[in-house]
């Protein structure tokens, strides 16, 4: 098991920045995975926001690429994300993930998700 | 963007039923490179399926997938109580990842 864990603010204000971290636990985050971020606005499907490897590497959606950074600290085993000029749209549970390379690069452990908030 | 689309959207079917899960490409996609998702309300997606065909740890064998290229099928062969949920294909390529809208399978 490689339990991820999400934590950061609920509820973020309308041209703020979200920003978000995943904690690794069980395993290290200096691994051959990459380590991903995913949302799920209510009611809705899941959309890819981007990964990162520990090295630093980073691939993104380009329809959230001007907005997103995603950074890792491999002294904590954490992974983060920043989304920053949030509006309503932006409203949605946030998971983190992780890549099994090994394989087809899917997803196979999820953080249990957090719900962020867009609203003044 | 490789788009995919899930159909049907909602299917409605009774315990020990067969469930077959529609997920087509807007373009080829590698075999490698898909994925199916079961989602439970409240719950985050769990990996059942990767590779197209290759069940993930613990996943029970009643669930199988096929497919190539762009027409790929997630099946259930006989349906549980718990398998009522939402489905979702992944696919990865070009170092981008997409998602089907889902398929809602509902208890009739």
């Known amino acids: 098991q490689v339990p991820l864990q999400e934590s950061g603010p609920g509820l973020v204000k309308p041209s703020e920045t979200l920003s978000l971290t995943c904690s690794v636990s069980g395993g290290s985050i200096r691994s051959r995975n990459y380590w991903s971020w995913i949302r799920q606005p209510p009611g809705k499907g899941l959309e890819w926001i981007g990964y990162?490897?520990?090295?630093?590497?980073?691939n993104y959606n380009p329809s959230l690429k001007s907005r997103v950074t995603i950074s890792v600290d491999t002294s904590k085993n954490q992974f983060s994300l920043k989304l920053s000029s949030v509006t309503a749209a932006d409203t949605a549970v946030y998971y983190c993930?992780?890549?099994?390379?090994?394989?087809?690069?899917?997803?196979?452990?999820w953080g249990q998700g957090t719900l962020v908030t867009v609203s003044s | 963007e490789v788009v995919l689309t899930q159909s049907p959207g909602t299917l409605s079917l009774s315990p020990g039923e067969r469930a077959t899960l529609s997920c087509r490409a807007s373009q080829s996609v590698g075999s490698s490179y898909l994925a199916w998702y079961q989602q439970k309300p409240g719950q985050a997606p769990r990996l059942l399926i990767y590779?197209?065909?290759s069940r993930a740890t613990g996943i029970p064998d009643r669930f199988s997938g096929s497919g190539s290229g762009t027409d790929f099928t997630l099946t259930i062969s006989r349906l549980e109580p718990e398998d009522f949920a939402v489905y979702y294909c992944?696919?990865?390529?070009?170092?981008?990842?997409?998602f089907g809208q889902g398929t809602k399978l509902e208890i009739k």
């Open positions: 590779g197209a065909s």
């Open positions: 992944q696919q990865y390529g070009s170092s981008l990842y997409t």
């Open positions: 993930a992780r890549v099994d390379t090994a394989m087809g690069w899917e997803f196979d452990y």
């Open positions: 990162i490897y520990y090295s630093g590497r980073t």
